[in-house]
């Protein structure tokens, strides 16, 4: 479905050139960097690389009548070795001066520079706060539907996106359908206010996952199960859960300065993984062609006692002696054994089934349940300061240092990059 979808979207926007004009751009971000000694940071390490955030990308757009237009725009990307891909091949109805239509493959409107979160020219920072931006599902297959006017001194846009996407995370494909996003902007002069909401069914397949933790955890949930808490092991399962997004912004743009500040929300909650909060402030000054800016990134994904109910539930079963044996045979059994017969000098299998029972349920609470809710916990804070100079209208140079904190062990690393953004 997908070449099907490429393929035509290139017909569409290349096969009727002899009857309308087909209009050609392009943009490219050139950007080197190096993190300090021993550390590591966005795909950066101690040596310089200019592959982690380097792309060169082609738009390529026609007028298929006078109501339709075909977009494609194919990414090179420095981190999948330039292998260009068709990340954009879309159809555009203009059903009315103010309502349009879009169906294929198209970017999701999740944020405020969504539209060109490639096009570093647009932006003052090296690339957009990854602990807002940096989300694997930016593109979707399926259709958009949106809609803008005035009201006064107010500019307006409505946006109403549905649609299914797969990419890749954790070592496997997170898979996402029926997939619904409203969003609503509006603008007065220097301000501009913006809202977004989504949600979709998601799964992921732990099982196939090339991380050898998630594989341990797979194995560890078909272990919960076999013992008689399916309940349990079907929570933390990441199986047809609803995700949901949210996220709000404001931007005040005087042009001699600007202040910004954008925050999302990121849930899947009958899972294992914890909730996401993050937001970023940014403030810079515009004077000729220089603009210096500071941002203060945010990010917190605190561990969560989920499940409260199952695991109560869990810790206080009492399990038979065909369960407590066939927990022995198992690797984290085998090691609790040896724990057991280094304390008491017997076998868990020797010991009453009401002595064994709290010894397994706990481990397996510890062991597999909390570790899984502790995997995807995090909280970390980055400040940077970047500077951009606009040679010429079409091309900027900047430079930016970044200093990322881990909250939760006191640690942090610092990089420096430069590059250029340039649109053509």
Not at 84 to 91: H, M, Q, R, V
Not at 101 to 111: C, D, K
Not at 118 to 146: A, Q
Request: aromatic fraction near 12%; glycine fraction near 6%.
């Amino acid at each position: 479905m997908k070449k099907i979808i490429t393929v035509a979207t290139l017909c569409a926007s290349t096969c009727f050139a002899a009857q309308a004009e087909v209009r050609i751009n392009g943009f490219a971000n050139f950007i080197g960097g190096m993190a300090e000694s021993d550390k590591s940071l966005y795909g950066y390490d101690d040596r310089v690389s200019f592959s982690p955030e380097s792309l060169f990308a082609i738009q390529v757009s026609g007028d298929i009548n006078d109501k339709m237009t075909a977009t494609g725009q194919l990414v090179a990307r420095g981190d999948n070795n330039y292998d260009p891909e068709f990340e954009w091949a879309y159809l555009t109805y203009e059903a009315t001066d103010n309502l349009s239509i879009s169906a294929g493959r198209l970017r999701l409107p999740l944020f405020n520079y969504s539209a060109s979160t490639d096009v570093g020219y647009s932006y003052h920072w090296i690339t957009t706060p990854k602990s807002v931006y940096d989300v694997v599902f930016n593109n979707i297959e399926g259709v958009r539907f949106d809609y803008a006017n005035y009201a006064g001194d107010w500019e307006y846009n409505f946006t109403a996106s549905a649609g299914a996407f797969t990419a890749p995370v954790f070592g496997t494909d997170l898979d996402a359908d029926n997939l619904m996003l409203f969003s609503a902007e509006a603008t007065y002069d220097w301000l501009k206010i913006r809202a977004v909401a989504a949600s979709a069914k998601t799964s992921l397949d732990i099982a196939s996952s090339d991380s050898s933790d998630l594989v341990a955890a797979a194995g560890g949930l078909s272990l919960v199960t076999a013992l008689g808490f399916g309940d349990l092991a079907d929570s933390l399962q990441w199986e047809e859960d609803t995700g949901e997004f949210y996220g709000v912004s404001v931007q005040i743009d005087k042009f001699d300065w600007f202040v910004g500040a954008e925050m999302t929300i990121i849930d899947v909650a009958n899972t294992f993984i914890a909730k996401t909060d993050a937001y970023y402030v940014t403030a810079g000054l515009r004077m000729g062609a220089w603009t210096p800016s500071v941002t203060y990134e945010k990010s917190d994904a605190p561990f969560q006692a989920k499940f409260e109910g199952q695991v109560n539930q869990l810790l206080g079963a009492q399990l038979a002696a065909p369960q407590i044996a066939a927990f022995a045979a198992t690797p984290i059994g085998m090691l609790v054994d040896q724990g057991v017969q280094a304390q008491v000098g017997a076998p868990l299998t020797a010991l009453p089934t009401q002595a064994a029972s709290p010894i397994i349920t706990g481990a397996l609470n510890d062991n597999i349940v909390q570790s899984m809710l502790d995997s995807q916990t995090s909280e970390s804070s980055v400040i940077s300061a970047t500077l951009r100079y606009d040679y010429d209208t079409n091309i900027a140079f900047k430079v930016d240092v970044t200093k990322r904190t881990n909250d939760e062990n006191d640690t942090d690393v610092t990089l420096i990059r430069f590059g250029a953004n340039y649109v053509f």
